[in-house]
């Protein structure tokens, strides 16, 4: 079947402007992620879907983020008043549910420039 | 906390070398998961392989092979017979007990024709 899919899968944008950035997970995976990894850098773990459910939004770097999940499926990650240092690629991983180590399977980004 | 370390920063190899790359992670415990992803250049991120901290046998899959030993906190990838395909940055990530993946920066292996 189809895997994660994202969009847009680059995205420019001028700094101050809200952006906003669509997983589309694998059908029937109820749990999402959002990851953020800078250039050259390992991954950051933002946040996590159960269904609908966002039980822990720690992960978020300020509350310029925030993210959505509606029906259980498409998730929106939304960043608001966008600065230089928001310019990453943005991945989003989905799972047959949260827990019980299941593997996540990952989409290809969406490359965020802030100029 | 769990954490891991991939010492190697950057590996480059000539086509149809063997390599090995290390991961040594840290966890308190008991019972674990650790998973073996690969970024192409592309940039999307490939699941490889899964280990649960119950079953230390090495694993073979074609010309990828891992050998995880519990003793040493160490989950090692090997290649044999690279190919200029492989190239990729390797990441090792354990799984903590709230099944979060905790992500290092990954070993870029560069494989040359």
């Known amino acids: 079947g189809a895997g994660v899919s994202q969009s847009p899968s680059n995205k420019v944008t001028e700094k101050g402007k809200d952006v906003e950035l669509r997983c589309d997970p694998i059908s029937g995976h109820t749990a999402l992620y959002w990851y953020r990894q800078s250039l050259g850098q390992g991954l950051e773990f933002l946040i996590y879907f159960q269904g609908n459910s966002a039980p822990d939004k720690s992960g978020l770097p300020s509350d310029r983020f925030s993210a959505e999940r509606t029906g259980g499926s498409v998730s929106t990650l939304t960043i608001q008043r966008t600065q230089q240092e928001d310019s990453a690629v943005y991945l989003c991983a989905s799972s047959l549910e949260f827990g019980g180590a299941e593997t996540q399977y990952f989409g290809p980004g969406t490359r965020l420039l802030v100029l | 906390a769990q954490k891991v370390t991939q010492a190697q920063t950057e590996i480059s190899v000539v086509e149809k070398e063997d390599v090995t790359l290390d991961c040594v992670y840290e966890t308190r415990d008991t019972t674990y998961y650790l998973f073996w992803y690969k970024q192409p250049p592309s940039g999307e991120l490939v699941f490889l392989i899964r280990r649960n901290s119950f079953d230390e046998q090495n694993e073979i899959s074609g010309r990828y092979s891992w050998n995880f030993q519990k003793s040493t906190s160490s989950f090692n990838f090997t290649i044999t017979a690279s190919q200029v395909v492989d190239s990729a940055v390797y990441f090792c990530?354990?799984?903590?007990?709230?099944?979060?993946?905790?992500w290092g920066a990954g070993t870029k292996l560069i494989i040359k024709p």
């Open positions: 990530a354990p799984m903590d007990s709230n099944y979060q993946l905790i």
